[in-house]
């Protein structure tokens, strides 16, 4: 990945790192805003609900973004600080109504992708159709909510964007069935995976 390109009040040497596993969609997000940044960064594993982790999280969760000796905690700060403190290529909107639609987008991952299509499909499992039931709902509700520009809040990514997509992908891994018929959604994800952050930061599935 290209070195980090820097604000001039920001140590152009010091190493960004990111503590976590890419299979959490949020550390993944985390790490496609460094490199849609140009940033480059270490993925650090974290060891689970150990001591070490309590002490950068008060909850154990992640990611957690390390910077010049300081945690930042939770995906929308982590997201922030990376856009704003660094220089690249800008993720967020500059007017009103394009900022206010991302982080409507943004929302919407947190409180119903996340919790009802990504907690909700299991993995290393067929899931069940109680499981599918309440996922698919959703996803054809967010279908409903793309429109016709090439990314969720205009013309150019956004981190709407790279909320999306980890979460995508991972239920797409788990149960692909649940994106038949959801065209919208399957053209915006054709765009947003032929990223270079997409692609930098895939996983194999069948190694977890």
């Not at 270490?42 to 999280?57: D, F, K, N, Q």
């Not at 790279?162 to 053209?187: C, I, M, T």
């Amino acid at each position: 990945m290209p070195a980090a390109n820097v604000r001039r009040d920001s140590p152009p040497t010091m190493t960004l790192r990111i503590h976590g596993y890419l299979v959490s969609t949020w550390t993944r997000t985390a790490c496609m805003t460094c490199v849609e940044k140009g940033l480059s960064y270490e993925l650090v594993p974290v060891s689970r609900g150990s001591a070490e982790h309590y002490a950068m999280h008060p909850f154990a969760r992640m990611p957690i973004l390390e910077h010049d000796g300081r945690f930042v905690t939770e995906g929308l700060a982590i997201t922030s600080y990376v856009d704003e403190a660094f220089d690249g290529p800008a993720l967020q909107p500059t007017d009103v109504e394009g900022r206010t639609r991302m982080r409507e987008w943004m929302s919407r991952c947190g409180d119903y992708v996340f919790r009802d299509v990504v907690r909700q499909v299991p993995r290393g499992r067929a899931p069940t159709e109680e499981e599918l039931a309440p996922a698919r709902a959703v996803l054809e509700r967010v279908e409903r909510l793309i429109g016709s520009d090439r990314f969720l809040a205009g013309a150019d990514v956004t981190l709407a964007d790279l909320y999306l997509a980890p979460q995508v992908s991972n239920a797409r891994e788990k149960a692909p069935e649940l994106f038949a018929s959801l065209q919208a959604l399957d053209g915006w994800f054709a765009r947003v995976s032929e990223r270079p952050s997409f692609r930098l930061t895939y996983y194999d599935p069948a190694l977890l």
